[in-house]
């Protein structure tokens, strides 16, 4: 079965303490993405990526870093510079490239940060 | 810029009561259209789509007309279960912007009663 997987499913870190956030696809998708989201919030789009070794910006980037060595994989890491960490961190994929923009979501991940 | 806009939650229903979820979108062209659904603790799945004015997009009873002349893309479920309680995303593929980024509306909580 083709699908994004996230991992783990629930994180739980110390302040000051930078971690990782894994996201997989074998969609074999170009695009990927990360986006934040808050109790009772809509999605909040930090970083993508619609090649390997290139991404960008979104709209709350600050306090968070990602790469993409491999088209199958985008981890994004949340530093200690994040303010308020804590929250619902939800991957996606796409390949506009071929004309499927919908998104595809992976089952995310809550992070806990104390 | 473009956006969307969808109806305030939370909606309350019984069930086997008729759904209308609002939503309307401000964009250049014409982009292509979404619904997700987020249930409790998981991440978004797509629930339909259209891409060009007038298409009907279906799936698992819900319903979306892709209006130009209302800009509207309203969700409908002529009679819905307890199983449908979830938030529901509208979303715009944004031809504006980078090649494969959705827009997404802040999500209406649909709670149906027994």
């Known amino acids: 079965d083709g699908g994004i997987t996230q991992s783990p499913k629930y994180l739980f870190r110390k302040e000051g303490q930078n971690v990782t956030l894994s996201c997989e696809q074998n969609?074999?998708?170009?695009?990927m993405y990360w986006y934040r989201q808050d109790p009772g919030q809509g999605l909040r789009l930090i970083y993508y990526?619609?090649?390997?070794?290139?991404?960008q910006k979104g709209d709350i980037a600050e306090g968070y870093s990602v790469s993409r060595e491999k088209k199958e994989s985008f981890p994004l890491t949340v530093t200690s510079a994040q303010k308020n960490p804590t929250a619902f961190y939800l991957c996606?994929?796409?390949?506009?490239?071929?004309?499927?923009?919908?998104?595809?979501f992976g089952p995310g991940t809550r992070l806990t940060v104390t | 810029g473009n956006s969307v806009t969808q109806m305030e939650g939370p909606v309350t229903l019984s069930e086997e009561a008729f759904l209308t979820i609002n939503c309307t979108y401000t964009?250049?062209?014409?982009?292509?259209l979404f619904w997700y659904v987020q249930y409790p603790g998981e991440g978004l799945q797509l629930l339909l789509k259209?891409?060009?004015?007038?298409d009907k997009g279906s799936n698992k009873g819900f319903e979306a007309t892709y209006r130009k002349e209302t800009t509207s893309f309203h969700l409908e479920k002529g009679s819905v279960q307890v199983s449908d309680s979830a938030v529901y995303f509208c979303?715009?593929?944004?031809?504006?912007?980078?090649?494969?980024?959705?827009?997404f509306g802040k999500g209406t909580k649909l709670s149906v009663k027994p």
């Open positions: 996606a994929s796409s390949a506009p490239q071929q004309g499927i923009y919908e998104q595809y």
């Open positions: 969609l074999n998708h170009d695009a």
């Open positions: 990526s619609q090649i390997v070794n290139d991404f």
């Open positions: 964009a250049t062209g014409y982009p292509s």
């Open positions: 259209a891409t060009k004015a007038d």
């Open positions: 979303a715009l593929k944004d031809y504006g912007g980078s090649q494969g980024n959705l827009i």
